[in-house]
Each structure stands twice: as C-alpha cells, then as structure tokens.
C-alpha cells in the first residue's frame, strides 16, 4: 500500500505545480495578446484559446489536486478493500488529470502559435 500510496502523492503534488506552471503560461499569452490588441491585431481567437486552456487547467486541478488528500488517510489494515478501490479511483483521476493538462498544453501552443502568426503576418 505504501508504495503506491507514496507515488500517487508525489504525483499529485506535482500535477499541482503543473497547474501553477501552465497558469502562468497563460499569464504570459494574455499579457503578450492585450499588448498586440492595443497596438490594432485582432486576438480574439487567441483570447478565445487561452480561455479554453485555463478551463482544461483548472478542470486537470480538480481531479490531480485532491488525490494526496484522499489516499494519505488509507492505511494498511484497509488492504485490499476499500483501500484498493480508492487507489485505482486516484489513479484513474491522475492519468485524466494528465491528459487534460496534455489539452491545455496544446492548446497554450496553439494560441502562442496563432499570437506570433497574426503579429508575424502584420509585419511581413
């Protein structure tokens, strides 16, 4: 049970700083996006992506966030019910967690990419 225990708490706590380092990602395109609409571009569609990735960050919080809490309190005498389910539920939790912060990776790209398109095409 440790073992498994201990993993699912290092990875939720790092999910957690995954969440903080995709925020601030996205601190720096909204940042980068209202400098190029002050000077005349339209970012709207990049608005709109950023927007999109800071829900996929805050829904792949929701599910990483909480795993530490919930499996920290399981203890040995609990194996293998219900500790067992707790754990794989955890575990299912992370890998979506996972997958959503992958989305909102991808979508910060998407936006960083369309941000220098736009401003790039202006100068060209």
């Known amino acids: 049970l440790r073992t498994p225990q201990t993993g699912l708490v290092l990875a939720s706590d790092f999910g957690v700083s995954v969440a903080d380092r995709l925020g601030s990602v996205s601190a720096t395109l909204v940042e980068a996006a209202a400098r190029a609409a ?18 996929l ?26 500790a067992r389910s707790i754990m794989e539920e955890a575990r299912d939790d992370m890998i979506d967690g996972r997958q959503t912060y992958r989305d909102a990776r991808d979508t910060l790209r998407e936006a960083g990419r369309l941000l220098a398109d736009i401003v790039g095409s202006a100068a060209a």
């Open 38 to 55: 002050e000077a005349g571009y339209d970012v709207s569609e990049v608005e709109t992506l950023i927007a999109e990735a800071t829900d």
């Open 57 to 82: 960050t805050a829904a792949g919080l929701a599910l990483v966030d909480p795993v530490a809490e919930t499996v920290l309190p399981l203890e040995p005498a609990e194996f293998p019910d219900p």
